[in-house]
């Protein structure tokens, strides 16, 4: 097989998107790190401005008290079971719409695949999504954080592709042999699907997750903020203490700027931990889902 020489301007292409690259991922990176560096910083150095990148008179005390504190555990609760309940709950409902709609024989299809498209181009709008919310009875529930999020139709759509790239042949052997639709979906197509699910999944679950604005909107209730909200009572408020459940002497020598920093890591540390180990069902079954529609 013949082999180009790389040229002059191959070489100039290949160091313009490193570099582009390179610099992406710093202007990613380096704010995450500076907040890292100021969660486990003594409070002397942070008031002295001697915080950059790296830690200065290394501490885990604020870490320790911030994640051990009462408020932080039951938003870090209450974040966990909406994204666990939302991501199941999202993945099945997804899996299942788009099967009949992968079948292109079945009458009306296009139809209905118009009307899903429509709802990801215009929907409500903000107002009566909230007034849809009220009259259904789900204010201050964590129903109203789950339903509205439970299908997003570009998922379907990538689902809906990986499912027209399996064989027929394995849907009609199934048929011959005596199965119904259902038990095909459920023992055919889904377990030979995971590597699509996977990647919606974990679509779902960072979205669920970092969901800010659908708490604010539906959530008053204390005892139902989510972390997310928390973490907005941390940034935005002075008072640390009563936002942390915690007495003044426990956090005397903490700054608030440090307070702020560890609940910026400990808010982000599960979803950082996790991301990893799923990462290449990401990769894999987007690229997937994508090229097989």
């Given at each position: 097989?013949h082999?180009?020489?790389r040229?002059?301007?191959?070489?100039?292409?290949?160091?313009?998107?490193?570099g582009?690259?390179?610099?992406?991922g710093?202007?990613?990176?380096?704010?995450?790190?500076?907040?890292?560096?100021?969660?486990?910083?003594?409070?002397?150095?942070?008031?002295s401005?001697?915080?950059?990148?790296?830690?200065?008179?290394f501490?885990?005390?604020?870490?320790?008290?911030v994640?051990?504190?009462?408020?932080?555990?039951?938003?870090?609760?209450?974040?966990?079971?909406?994204?666990?309940?939302?991501?199941?709950?999202?993945?099945?409902?997804?899996?299942?719409t788009?099967?009949p709609?992968?079948?292109?024989h079945?009458?009306?299809?296009?139809?209905?695949?118009?009307?899903?498209?429509?709802?990801?181009?215009f929907?409500?709008?903000?107002?009566?999504n909230?007034l849809?919310?009220?009259?259904?009875?789900?204010?201050?529930?964590?129903?109203?954080?789950?339903?509205?999020?439970?299908i997003s139709?570009?998922?379907?759509?990538?689902?809906k592709?990986?499912?027209?790239?399996?064989?027929?042949?394995?849907?009609?052997?199934?048929r011959?042999?005596?199965a119904k639709?259902?038990?095909?979906?459920?023992?055919?197509?889904?377990?030979?699907?995971?590597?699509?699910?996977?990647?919606i999944?974990l679509?779902?679950?960072?979205?669920?997750?970092?969901d800010?604005?659908?708490?604010?909107?539906?959530?008053?209730?204390?005892?139902?903020?989510?972390?997310?909200?928390?973490?907005?009572?941390i940034?935005?408020?002075?008072?640390?203490?009563?936002?942390?459940?915690?007495s003044?002497?426990?956090?005397?020598?903490?700054?608030?700027?440090?307070?702020?920093?560890?609940?910026?890591?400990?808010?982000?540390?599960?979803?950082?931990?996790?991301?990893?180990?799923l990462?290449?069902?990401?990769?894999?079954?987007?690229?997937?889902?994508?090229v097989?529609?």
């Amino acid at each position: 097989m013949h082999i180009r020489k790389r040229t002059f301007s191959d070489w100039v292409v290949d160091i313009f998107v490193y570099g582009f690259m390179i610099a992406l991922g710093l202007i990613t990176l380096l704010p995450m790190i500076h907040v890292f560096s100021k969660s486990v910083s003594s409070d002397w150095a942070l008031v002295s401005g001697r915080v950059n990148l790296l830690p200065v008179g290394f501490q885990l005390d604020t870490l320790v008290n911030v994640a051990t504190s009462h408020a932080f555990g039951r938003a870090f609760v209450i974040s966990a079971i909406v994204t666990v309940a939302g991501t199941l709950l999202s993945i099945l409902v997804t899996a299942i719409t788009a099967y009949p709609l992968s079948k292109r024989h079945l009458p009306g299809i296009s139809g209905i695949m118009i009307l899903f498209v429509f709802t990801m181009l215009f929907n409500g709008g903000l107002i009566p999504n909230y007034l849809l919310i009220r009259e259904l009875h789900l204010l201050n529930n964590l129903w109203s954080l789950i339903l509205p999020a439970m299908i997003s139709v570009f998922n379907m759509l990538v689902i809906k592709s990986y499912y027209e790239g399996l064989p027929e042949a394995l849907e009609e052997s199934a048929r011959i042999d005596g199965a119904k639709t259902y038990m095909i979906l459920f023992r055919i197509i889904l377990p030979l699907s995971m590597p699509v699910l996977a990647a919606i999944a974990l679509f779902y679950a960072v979205g669920f997750w970092n969901d800010y604005f659908s708490p604010m909107l539906y959530i008053s209730d204390p005892s139902l903020k989510t972390l997310q909200l928390h973490l907005r009572d941390i940034v935005m408020e002075n008072d640390t203490a009563n936002a942390l459940n915690k007495s003044a002497d426990d956090l005397m020598n903490m700054s608030p700027e440090s307070i702020r920093a560890a609940t910026v890591v400990a808010s982000t540390l599960p979803i950082l931990l996790v991301y990893p180990f799923l990462q290449k069902y990401f990769i894999k079954g987007v690229l997937i889902g994508s090229v097989k529609g």
